[in-house]
């Protein structure tokens, strides 16, 4: 039998999905389950997305250009010019997803052996996109204690090596809900343009910033064209994660073309998620409008439940919709297990995702949850019922 | 400014899409140009899926499994099993395109540094993949001059090395047209066996086998349960190119699951994609015989158009809608420019595909290019006269 790769032996089990079995086992024990584990928004889709893939007058589902259709692009493009973001439909790519934008990002500007900074607690799936890669994670740890602000420039300074290639950011960030401001980004830029380094930039929760402030891009930082690399999506934007619409873009003109090479082997990014995705750009006002407050909302009741919670301690997130908060657990991989495996609350439990799985320091995040509030208040009310019943009664509870 | 990786350095222009500027320009200059050069096909989806589209209930695109749809994966098995491959839905994993699941199949399979056995010429993009995983690409040489044929056994075993590591085909063959019998397979199979190789065996043109010929899937040979890896698409099967739905199939219990966290890593496959594709399989079987009709005579008419123009030679194709024909030419990427930027014949030419770009051994396929009959028979009639006409007056001629 041949083996497998060096690559697919060391890539990493997503931290979330090995819990859903253990999920499935709870439903077939017909209990209730508040997921609030995964950024799965229960929003509905923009109806005029909606609508524009119902009223799609595609007899033949060709493909489209490997950067994606023109038309999307130059949509797009006039998007990013109301937010301050001023680039062309020559400066990007549609992808499939934003997965796809950090894979071909790290492709086309790192080799096996680079080394990228990642502030931590940071998004899972980072970890297997570098490992496709063969690039090397080197995280800079961000602590509860200062809910989670940007560690201080000299001890990015102090991990540099000469393998170092770029510094990954996401803003506002997945899991911590972390806002950076435009000082931080500042700092960031003199590191990055000192060092020579890209500056890759997720910023698919730009939408969901809170209490009046506002989203300064990597993008907007002067002098920087040709190290920002911008990792977009409209998953979030628009609730709609399985259309798999992101993109990747960049001033710097020679990623950009090297980039469409690595697309145009995969051919085109999806033709039904980039009608949605244009379709999305006339969503009107009200429908954001409408997803704040309701975000704001739940943020709002979920922070005061936990913080209501004997031993619990939560930031106040200022964007995106997660949050990692302080438990008084011994193990939070054993935590997550156990409310699915052995816990009930009048027939109901929670799923949270570990936050061990975000840090890439091992030990760190032993006694920390990311919680996505995507649930309606409803079902938030009765999560935060299930978890403070479950840490009364927790055998590995430390407080 | 931070440099370009080493890997997107190597990563090939694709050898099709580089001529589009020159057929841009043609256009311009308000010439019609006939489209050999892309297997975009021009028949209409099946109803069944765009219907199923237009009629989707959903009010949220959520991300969908990382594997696929579980109903879609249950039909997918369904299919296999009409068609004489035995396998359950989990053993395969839905892919965004028949592209994510060869670059899947290559970093969950293949170490950087390994060697692949390709015969060509072979799908260019089989290039990009390869240096995507950092796989050498050792071609085998097919030849026109017994209408590419699989090379014999011994040609592999000489070029056999201990960094072998697999075979790739595609059957039928895109670009030759090419169609392996069971006794090829069989000798393959004996060879993949004798030095523990992985076969991963392209299979998307299954549907397109002329002449009363069966398609036999490198699926159906026995012992080889955990060498093979099947790649598949609905894009051509069902003229829906722009979905992006593909699988990658195994017996394969080690491979599946660590490709599983690839698929994770990248979330999941496009919703409304799985959607049209489901539905698809529905799709009635007259459907399937307008197809075969279409094609069949689309083939009969280019074939002999093109043999009986002088100096030309066509194989008949015996599955696929692609052919490489050999031209009295000095240099097929010279004529393949030369037709869109200096000919054209009542203000028509034609964009082909210099074959150059599907062989790996420098050199070969100056003299053929890729014709696909991807359209109807009075456009594709034009384009034979078109061809005709230059070849004619082309200053690079040779006979």
């Not at 006039?78 to 937010?83: E, Q, S, W």
């Not at 990597?218 to 993109?247: F, H, T, W």
């Not at 004997?310 to 990692?324: H, I, N, Q, R, S």
């Not at 008084?328 to 156990?338: C, H, V, Y």
């Amino acid at each position: 039998m041949p083996q497998i790769s060096q690559k697919g032996s060391a890539m990493p089990a997503s931290p979330i999905r090995k819990l859903v079995p253990y999920a499935e086992t709870a439903k077939q024990k017909g209990r209730k389950v508040y997921h609030l584990n995964i950024g799965q928004p229960d929003i509905p889709t923009p109806q005029v997305a909606l609508d524009a893939i119902k009223n799609n007058p595609l007899q033949v589902i060709e493909y489209s250009h490997s950067a994606g259709n023109e038309s999307y692009r130059k949509g797009l493009a006039a998007y990013y010019k109301t937010i301050g973001i001023d680039i062309t439909h020559n400066d990007m790519l549609i992808t499939t997803g934003g997965s796809e934008a950090i894979t071909i990002a790290f492709m086309t500007c790192l080799n096996p052996g680079d080394e990228v900074i990642i502030p931590e607690p940071f998004y899972a799936n980072y970890n297997g996109f570098a490992t496709q890669a063969g690039v090397v994670v080197k995280p800079i740890t961000s602590s509860i204690k200062n809910d989670f602000a940007l560690p201080a420039i000299s001890e990015f300074e102090k991990i540099i090596t000469p393998k170092t290639k770029g510094i990954v950011i996401c803003n506002p960030n997945n899991p911590t809900g972390y806002l950076y401001s435009q000082e931080e980004l500042e700092q960031l830029a003199s590191l990055v343009k000192k060092h020579d380094l890209y500056l890759f930039s997720d910023e698919v929760y730009r939408e969901f910033c809170y209490d009046g402030n506002s989203h300064f891009s990597a993008m907007q930082l002067p002098g920087l064209e040709n190290n920002v690399i911008l990792m977009d999506s409209v998953s979030k934007r628009y609730s709609m994660c399985g259309v798999r619409i992101g993109a990747l873009i960049t001033k710097n003109k020679e990623v950009i073309n090297i980039a469409l090479r690595f697309a145009q082997a995969r051919l085109c990014p999806p033709s039904y998620g980039q009608i949605a995705a244009e379709a999305a750009l006339n969503t009107p006002k009200d429908y954001f409008d409408g997803v704040y407050n309701e975000y704001i909302d739940r943020r709002n009741f979920m922070v005061e439940a936990l913080n209501r919670m004997e031993g619990v301690y939560c930031p106040t997130p200022k964007g995106a919709f997660y949050t990692v908060v302080k438990l008084p657990i011994d193990n939070s991989d054993r935590f997550a297990q156990w409310l699915l495996e052995d816990f009930e609350y009048n027939n109901k439990t929670v799923m949270v995702a570990p936050a061990t799985g975000f840090y890439a320091t091992p030990g760190l995040g032993a006694n920390e949850v990311r919680i996505a509030y995507v649930l309606n208040i409803d079902d938030l009310r009765g999560a935060m019922e299930c978890l403070e019943q479950a840490l009364k009664v927790y055998p590995g509870r430390t407080l």
